[in-house]
Structure formats: C-alpha cells, structure tokens
C-alpha cells in the first residue's frame, strides 16, 4: 500500500500539483523537542536549543508543501500565547517527551485544551512521542493510555473528514532522525 501511495504522490510531484502552503504550529511542553525539531528539519542538523522564549518561524519546504511554521516555546507564559495562533492554524504538530514520565500527566492536560478548543475543531493533530531512543521511553500503547487517547486516535491511513478531526500519534526521535517525516507526511494529506 505504501509503495501506490508514494507512486501517486511521485507523480503528483512532478505535475506539480503538490504546491501547496500550510500554516503548522509547534506545540508541547518545554523541552519536548519542538526547537530541537524544527533545526533539524531547516538545517538537517542538531543544534542544542536554548529554551525559546519568544515563538520562532521559519519557512521549511517538506515534499513539494510549504510549511510555515511556528515554534511557540512550552514554557507556561508562552503557553498563554498559543490561542492567538489558532485563527491561522492549517494543523498542529504536538511534541510529549515519552521518557518524562513526571511531566506527561501535564502534557496530557495541556493537549486536552487545545482538542477541547471550539477553533481547533477540524484542524488536524500529529502528536509526536519524542525521544524513544532513551530506554525509560514509553512505548506507544503505553503513551496513548497516558494520554487518554486510545479512542481518539482516526488512525494514519487517510481519513474521511465528515466531523472527525485527524489525531494520531506518531512516536519518534528527533536526534536520531525517526519517526517525525511519517507524521509530516501524514498530515499533508488534510492540508489544501
């Protein structure tokens, strides 16, 4: 199955019908790897972030779409800024560090806010679990459980948009380059 859908996409790139521009937001808590992330995928390499206090764009160019994207920093004061962002949001990008057990129940909190948020209704989620390459990650069913969205997740095959809002899980390591494309290209998939 994956083989016709990257032929298709292939052949949507050279017809060059793939330009397609998207407002994406990065959103977690702090140092979830959203800063790290987004260096990688400008730079295609690791830079050690400082924490980010003021939010971040940058233009990246991902399989023939056009992110515009914005690191809005996880820090609790600049979690107060993220609803202004929302109005322009094409889809949000939500990173958990998996292996910071004490912190998920706050990330789960916070996530639970912005799926709740009326003006984030059909706007698709990818949520990242970073950092599977630490040996106290949680897996991805255990992750999901934490998270309370075992019955939320529409899976990462395409999904008809008839009320349901995209949410899926996508476990990863920024520092070892993994797992976060999947998402990417996933979610372009909702992106017009």
């Known amino acids: 199955m994956d083989a016709i859908i990257n032929f298709f996409w292939s052949i ?13 937001v990065f959103l977690g808590l702090d140092n979830a790897g959203k800063t790290t ?3 990688v995928l400008k730079n295609n390499h690791l830079k050690q972030p400082v924490p980010t206090f003021h939010p971040t764009n940058e233009e ?11 690191d809005l920093g996880g820090h609790e004061t600049a979690r107060k800024v ?19 057990h004490e912190r998920i129940p706050e990330a789960h909190e916070e996530l639970q806010k912005l799926l709740d948020n009326r003006d984030l209704s059909k706007i698709p989620f990818a949520i990242l679990g ?12 255990e992750l999901l459980s934490k998270l ?22 996508f476990m990863c390591s920024v520092v070892n380059h993994e797992g976060y494309g999947e998402a ?7 992106l017009k």
Do not use: C, M
């Open 37 to 39: 992330l987004l260096h």
């Open 184 to 190: 990417f290209k996933w979610i372009s998939q909702y």
């Open 12 to 24: 949507l790139q050279t017809l060059g019908l793939t330009n397609i521009k998207a407002n994406v």
């Open 60 to 70: 990246l160019i991902i399989e023939g779409i056009t992110f515009q994207t914005w």
């Open 82 to 100: 993220w609803r202004d962002y929302f109005p322009v949001v094409d889809a949000i990008i939500y990173l958990v560090d998996a292996s910071d």
């Open 148 to 169: 309370y969205l075992h019955n939320s997740i529409t899976g990462k095959g395409t999904v008809s948009l008839n009320n349901i809002r995209p949410l899926e899980l």
């Open 130 to 141: 970073n950092k599977v390459d630490k040996t106290n990650a949680l897996s991805e069913d």
